[in-house]
């Protein structure tokens, strides 16, 4: 009996406590007894059969092809990810008093080994990850030393550390992690890139520090600076940013699912990005608002709908208001071939620079094809329109979209102009993995600015990568851009940046 009823007590742990049922359907455990509210549970979600006569039979002796299946029922019935380590550890010890009573069963229990280790190794202390990123640039083409490869006028060949990061997380419970994120190089440094990755490592900054957990009605719950990337999320781009989004901001975020329905809420400030939020002054005084919901009913078909809400914060900001809209929506033909594509249209007030400023729009279509459908290549073909006064993340100096991932690079957006016209993107990926260490690259960008006096823009590539270690990565690519006549550097004051300019680069990365 003792025997029996310590087995229902692990079994009723990990298939977690609840208050106690109304009635209890074994007649002969009596209330008020230690391992009523267990059996009860037990047999409420058919862990337990009893005997037909309804009766729990608890002074008779258990047998242990019994015993083993109420350890099989439980099996099957827990989802073990929602089990703690020493709900697991219990469960764990049972499995093996049981085994050749559970082998007969055909019961697999695997699982649990696999669930304990990860659990530990969550548990067990920090953990640091990390990526470092070494470009050697070699520029040549009309902009000479001039080229946006290199320092400007100074240089036609840079080495730069191009993007360094360490990612530290501690798991404090089950439900509850810590982490940061420490930035440093040419790329995304969070600073003012003053240095762009040369010489000294001079600056840095911790651009992620959060905490998430878990509310009641299993809400997420992220507070402190954190980054939130939706556009990322439904894989809508290839390269280094999204069209808009992709954001870091110090505030509040939650999450909450309900089947396959998703919200997302956060409420923020100080918020990293595009260059409408410099309308907020240096130290970005706004306040965020955003809020987007998906849903994924098929492995085939998704679609979400999403705002963001920036409101002047400040005493020379109160009047500034940016709000962007956002529907997006994905259809697999098969689950190597999907069709994919997001719409923007965002209004803003108290801001003057673009007259028509209230109505700016940004859409892109996808086509996204993996080699496993073609065999020989991956194929990404991405037709993109958008305003010229749309703030977006095209709207940058550091132009990181439609490139290679580099700052000071050659690339389209370059020379992206802000007027009222619209511009006209084209741009396609071909990735080839011949083996699992080699692989081969092609890629094509074409930018209509749709503006007088300015030449369409072109820029093309190929490279060859190679995985020489699990942690090393070697790539290296030739990338020619063509400006065309009639385009000015954005990010250098407007200078005339006209012509070709074209790279030869080599790049060594490191995950760790």
């Not at 719409?343 to 279509?365: M, P, V």
């Amino acid at each position: 009996m003792k025997k029996f009823l310590a087995v229902l007590a692990v079994v009723a742990i990990v298939a977690f406590a609840a208050p106690a049922f109304a009635a209890n359907p074994f007649m002969d455990v009596p209330a008020g007894h230690w391992s009523y509210d267990a059996v009860a549970q037990l047999a409420s979600k058919g862990i337990v059969s009893g005997y037909p006569d309804g009766a729990f039979k608890g002074g008779q002796p258990a047998t242990r092809y019994e015993v083993a299946s109420v350890v099989a029922r439980a099996l099957a019935y827990e989802d073990l990810r929602h089990a703690s380590k020493e709900d697991l550890e219990m469960l764990k010890k049972l499995v093996m008093e049981f085994k050749d009573e559970l082998d007969a069963l055909g019961v697999k229990v695997d699982k649990i080994d696999k669930r304990v280790a990860v659990l530990e190794d969550r548990l067990g202390g920090g953990k640091l990850r990390g990526i470092f990123r070494f470009d050697a640039k070699f520029g040549t083409g009309d902009n000479d030393h001039a080229n946006t490869w290199t320092r400007q006028a100074v240089s036609k060949n840079e080495f730069s550390k191009e993007n360094f990061r360490l990612f530290l997380s501690k798991q404090i419970d089950e439900k509850t992690y810590f982490e940061t994120q420490y930035r440093a190089g040419a790329w995304a440094s969070g600073q003012n890139k003053n240095g762009k990755g040369r010489g000294e490592v001079t600056e840095s900054s911790w651009n992620k520090v959060f905490v998430n957990t878990v509310l009641p009605y299993d809400v997420n719950f992220r507070f402190g600076r954190f980054q939130f990337d939706w556009e990322g999320d439904h894989g809508l781009y290839i390269d280094e940013d999204a069209a808009f989004g992709d954001w870091r901001a110090d505030g509040f975020e939650f999450t909450k699912k309900w089947g396959n329905f998703r919200g997302v809420g956060v409420i923020g400030r100080n918020t990293s990005g595009e260059r409408r939020n410099e309308l907020f002054g240096a130290a970005y005084a706004s306040m965020l608002y955003a809020v987007k919901f998906d849903w994924k009913p098929t492995d085939k078909f998704w679609v979400a709908g999403m705002g963001y809400w920036q409101q002047g914060d400040g005493a020379a900001t109160d009047d500034l208001r940016v709000n962007t809209y956002g529907a997006a929506a994905g259809f697999k033909f098969t689950p190597a071939v999907e069709l994919k594509g997001i719409y923007y249209w965002q209004n803003f007030s108290g801001w003057t620079g673009i007259k028509n400023g209230d109505d700016a729009k940004s859409w892109k279509a996808i086509l996204d094809v993996k080699q496993d459908a073609l065999k020989f290549t991956s194929l990404w073909v991405e037709y993109a329109q958008e305003d010229n006064w749309f703030g977006g993340n095209n709207d940058q100096d550091w132009v990181a979209k439609y490139s290679l991932g580099t700052y000071l690079e050659t690339g389209v957006l370059n020379v992206r102009p802000h007027n009222e016209q619209t511009t006209k993107y084209w741009h396609v990926q071909a990735k080839q993995k011949w083996t699992k260490k080699f692989g081969t690259f092609l890629r094509y960008t074409r930018a209509d600015w749709d503006t007088a006096g300015q030449d369409t823009a072109t820029e093309w590539g190929a490279g060859v990568t190679y995985q020489y270690t699990p942690a090393i990565a070697f790539m290296l690519a030739y990338d020619s851009v063509d400006y065309g006549a009639g385009g000015k550097q954005y990010g250098n004051k407007l200078a005339p940046l006209e012509g070709k300019d074209n790279l030869i680069i080599f790049r060594t990365t490191v995950r760790f």
